[in-house]
């Protein structure tokens, strides 16, 4: 069964900092791109990251370049979000997911993060 | 990267057809054929529809079919029925540092 597994969300003050973990499971995670999608209370999704098969390129969204920082382990088959400099705005449900060329296939449950003083 | 543009809401009756729009720019949807849609149910992540413009995933039912015209792409649900209510969001490639770009969400219901 094809599975994703966030976790490591929670609470935390501004300028703060969380590491987001998605275990992957079910499918062959070393030959696809991966990538962190959130959405913040009563919103639309919002692309926030991504990561090649490889774990070589990587790209990231406007609003937290040079704040967030993505990763793999294909060794453990999971995705890892570095999040510091956290922000009010930056609070909303992770979500990470398969990218599968342009479009997210697969997609987790999702992990809370909550920035507030 | 401004959010694509879709309508807040449309509905229609069982067994109707509905079309919703998602406008965005020739940085996006009218430079790629790469606009996909998903469905999200209260409470549930999303799940793809349709991707590549117009392709539906394994075990997406027939009745969703999405095209594209200049900077505006559209998905069309036909034979409405009560298990389609869910909030739709379209998605784009786009240029820039943002690569992919949602749109601003549309709720369906069902009358």
């Known amino acids: 069964e094809v599975q994703l597994l966030e976790s490591g969300g929670g609470m935390v003050q501004p300028g703060g900092s969380l590491r987001l973990s998605c275990a992957v499971s079910g499918f062959p995670f070393s030959i696809y791109a991966m990538t962190w999608i959130r959405q913040a209370p009563g919103k639309g999704p919002e692309w926030v990251s991504a990561i090649s098969a490889g774990g070589d390129r990587t790209y990231y969204a406007d609003s937290v370049k040079g704040r967030f920082t993505i990763s793999r382990d294909s060794f453990e088959n999971t995705l890892y979000l570095q999040m510091s400099g956290l922000r009010a705005e930056d609070t909303a449900l992770y979500y990470c997911?398969?990218?599968?060329?342009?479009?997210?296939?697969?997609w987790g449950q999702g992990t809370m993060v909550t920035v507030s003083s | 990267q401004s959010a694509l543009t879709q309508p807040a809401s449309v509905s229609g009756s069982p067994g109707q057809s509905i079309t919703i729009s998602c406008t965005g720019t020739?940085?996006?949807?009218?430079?790629?054929?790469?606009v996909s849609w998903y469905r999200q149910l209260p409470g549930k992540a999303p799940t793809l529809v349709i991707y590549?413009?117009?392709n539906r995933p394994s075990g997406v039912s027939n009745r969703f079919s999405g095209s594209k015209s200049g900077n505006t792409a559209s998905l069309t649900i036909s034979g409405l029925q009560a298990e389609d209510e869910a909030d739709y969001y379209c998605?784009?490639?786009?240029?820039?540092?943002?690569?992919?770009?949602f749109g601003t969400g549309t709720k369906v219901t069902v009358l």
């Open positions: 997911g398969r990218k599968n060329y342009h479009n997210f296939d697969i």
């Open positions: 590549d413009v117009s």
């Open positions: 998605c784009s490639h786009a240029s820039g540092i943002t690569i992919y770009v």
């Open positions: 020739s940085s996006d949807i009218g430079y790629y054929n790469s």
